[in-house]
C-alpha cells in the first residue's frame, strides 16, 4: 500500500545532522507528507507534516522539493536516542488513514 | 498525565480464548484507531472511529470488534483467538489530521 521508497537503513554520528531521504514519486496535489518514527518497543511518535512548504518544529525539519516528488527529513543534531524507524507517509484520504512502508532503519552512534 | 493509554500492556492467552483490550485518551480528540504490528514488525491500520463512528475496517476478520462507548475510549474485543493474532496492538487518537499520538501497544500473545 505504501506509495513511498525509503533506504533500508542509515547511520549517523551522535552530534550530526542527519538527513534521512523519502521518495513519493506519485504524490498527489492534495496529499500531505508526513513522518513518524518509531523507537524499539515503543509506540510512533509523530515527528512533522507537510504540503509543499518546508517546515521546521522543535523536533526537526522538513525539505520538501519543488515538484514534491521527494522529500528530507533533518535532524539536525542526531542524538543516540534518535536511533528508531522512521516513516516516510503519503496521507490525504480524508480519514487520517497512516500507511506506514517499512521505513528507514536510523542508527546514531557515539 | 499518559495521553493515550492501553491496558494490559502484556496479554498471553490460550486458543480460542475470547480478551479485550481497553485504550482511552484524554486528548480531546474526535478519532481514534487500533493499529496491529505483527512479528515482521510491518504497522497497519485496523479501525478508525471518528465521534464514537466507525469510519475505517480494514478487511478485518469479524473476530474482531471494536467498541467505543465514548469519543475518549475506543475498546478491541477479540473472540476465539488464534495463534496469528499474536502481534503488538496499538491505540491512536488524531484531532481532523493525521497527526496521531499513540499509546504505548498491547503485545498480545496467543498460545
Known amino acids: 500500500d505504501a506509495k513511498t521508497t525509503q533506504p533500508t537503513s542509515m547511520d549517523c554520528a551522535e552530534g550530526r545532522a542527519a538527513n534521512l531521504p523519502c521518495n513519493h514519486s506519485?504524490?498527489?496535489?492534495?496529499?500531505?507528507v508526513y513522518w513518524y518514527r518509531q523507537i524499539h518497543s515503543q509506540g510512533p511518535q509523530y515527528i512533522i507534516h507537510g504540503l509543499k512548504n518546508n517546515e521546521t518544529n522543535e523536533m526537526a525539519s522538513l525539505i520538501i522539493t519543488e515538484d514534491r516528488k521527494s522529500s528530507t527529513l533533518i535532524l539536525p543534531h542526531a542524538t543516540l536516542r534518535d536511533t528508531a524507524v522512521y516513516y516516510c507517509?503519503?496521507?490525504?484520504?480524508?480519514?487520517?488513514?497512516?500507511?506506514f512502508g517499512t521505513g528507514t532503519r536510523l542508527l546514531v552512534s557515539p | 498525565d499518559t495521553a493515550v493509554s492501553q491496558t494490559p500492556k502484556y496479554l498471553v492467552t490460550q486458543m480460542g480464548n475470547d480478551k479485550s483490550i481497553k485504550c482511552e485518551q484524554n486528548l480531546g480528540h474526535d478519532t481514534m484507531y487500533w493499529y496491529k504490528q505483527d512479528s515482521k514488525k510491518f504497522l497497519k491500520i485496523m479501525f478508525s472511529y471518528n465521534n464514537k463512528e466507525l469510519i475505517i475496517n480494514e478487511t478485518v476478520p469479524n473476530r474482531f470488534s471494536p467498541k467505543s462507548p465514548d469519543k475518549a475510549h475506543l475498546n478491541l474485543h477479540i473472540n476465539s483467538l488464534e495463534l496469528g493474532d499474536s502481534a503488538v496492538y496499538f491505540c491512536?487518537?488524531?484531532?481532523?489530521?493525521?497527526?496521531?499520538?499513540f499509546g504505548q501497544g498491547t503485545r498480545l500473545t496467543v498460545v
Open positions: 507517509i503519503m496521507e490525504n484520504t480524508g480519514f487520517q488513514k497512516l500507511v
Open positions: 491512536a487518537s488524531s484531532l481532523r489530521t493525521a497527526e496521531a499520538f
Open positions: 506519485t504524490i498527489s496535489g492534495n496529499e500531505y
